[in-house]
């Protein structure tokens, strides 16, 4: 991107107001969008630069309007005054830069071309919204109506109309037509639909291109110009799609990645409701085993009979207590006998303990 400030110049012979000194220099020379005409590029010079004011030099036959749009806003919200000067072709996006300007801050070399248009090349909703923006920039900087600004893009079946410098000034699109240029050039441009256009450029004097064409319009150089840019907008076309294309690839890379997460973790959760059913089933059956066993064991512990009780001693239940039925019939065997009765059965109860 070359970019300068501005030096003092002669105004002498000037109608609108030029950039002053000091104001940052932006060259939009080329295809808006590509290389160090997009967005992305222009935002970063400015936010770094921080200008008051730029001076945009204007030779383009347009290109991608959102990243006109993105400058435009950054421009706007910061107060930036802008100033524009066309020389060749102001076309298609390239009129944001110079409807940023206005009229009393724009200017047109003799010769030079101006063209508003319809979008085109995008979904139906970035197309809506491109006009409606492109519609509301032109009213405001020229004082259209908004019929009068769509009657100019929608002409030629919204290729619109190449206006020559004289119209442009008419129109309100410049407030002066720059003097004292001299310029021999081979222009070779498809009129219809600014989409397609050729632009060859031979210099004989070791000059930039900016350089060259600021020279031969204000110090009367003559410069042999065959400008060919279709070559050059399809590499940059190119090399865009390119960067489309792999960005979807990452894009749909990444979708699938979590696609599989996704399905690792439906896998995992589903292992993770086996784990506690099976835990569950495994705790209720522990369970009833130790409540079986339990019971197995209490079986065991108990008696297989009933102890045997002498005749002559009270009978115990299992736990060593007397069993009360017993108790009651030897009381009442002892009750019914005479004591002559109970003595006799005394001694036989010990004769029968001796012989044992």
């Known amino acids: 991107m070359i970019c300068r400030i501005v030096e003092p110049k002669d105004r002498t012979?000037?109608?609108?107001?030029?950039?002053p000194d000091g104001a940052w220099e932006i060259p939009i020379i080329g295809e808006v969008g590509s290389f160090d005409l997009s967005g992305e590029a222009l935002l970063r010079e400015l936010m770094w630069v921080k200008p008051t004011s730029v001076r945009f030099v204007i030779y383009s036959p347009g290109g991608y309007v959102y990243d006109a749009i993105a400058v435009a806003g950054w421009i706007t919200e910061h107060n930036i005054e802008c100033y524009a000067e066309i020389y060749g072709l102001?076309?298609?996006a390239a009129t944001v830069y110079a409807a940023l300007a206005g009229p009393k801050r724009t200017a047109i070399a003799p010769g030079s071309m101006f063209l508003v248009h319809l979008p085109y090349g995008g979904d139906e909703k970035s197309i809506e919204n491109a006009t409606s923006f492109l519609v509301d920039l032109y009213i405001k900087a020229y004082g259209w109506t908004k019929a009068e600004a769509k009657a100019h893009m929608e002409a030629s079946n919204g290729e619109g109309i190449l206006w020559d410098a004289a119209e442009a000034k008419k129109l309100g699109v410049a407030g002066e037509i720059m003097e004292g240029a001299k310029v021999a050039a081979h222009y070779q441009q498809n009129l219809k639909t600014m989409s397609k256009n050729t632009i060859t450029a031979k210099a004989v004097v070791k000059l930039s291109a900016i350089d060259a064409v600021k020279a031969a319009l204000s110090e009367g150089v003559t410069v042999d110009v065959e400008i060919d840019a279709d070559k050059v907008s399809a590499d940059a076309i190119a090399a865009k799609d390119a960067e489309i294309a792999k960005l979807t690839k990452e894009v749909e890379d990444m979708k699938a990645k979590a696609a599989e997460g996704d399905a690792a973790n439906a896998e995992a959760e589903k292992a993770k409701a086996d784990i506690a059913t099976a835990t569950e089933?495994?705790?209720?059956?522990?369970?009833?085993a130790k409540a079986a066993h339990a019971k197995e064991i209490a079986g065991l512990k108990?008696?297989?009979?009933?102890a045997t009780v002498p005749d002559n001693q009270e009978a115990k239940t299992e736990l060593g207590k007397a069993d009360p039925v017993a108790a009651?019939?030897?009381?009442?065997?002892f009750k019914d006998m005479t004591p002559i009765q109970r003595?006799?059965?005394d001694r036989a109860m010990k004769a029968k303990a001796a012989a044992k």
């Open 90 to 92: 102001c076309a298609s």
């Open 13 to 19: 012979k000037t109608i609108g107001k030029r950039a």
């Open 302 to 306: 108990k008696p297989l009979a009933k």
């Open 328 to 333: 009651a019939v030897k009381t009442q065997f």
């Open 281 to 288: 089933a495994l705790t209720k059956a522990l369970d009833e």
């Open 343 to 345: 003595a006799a059965y």
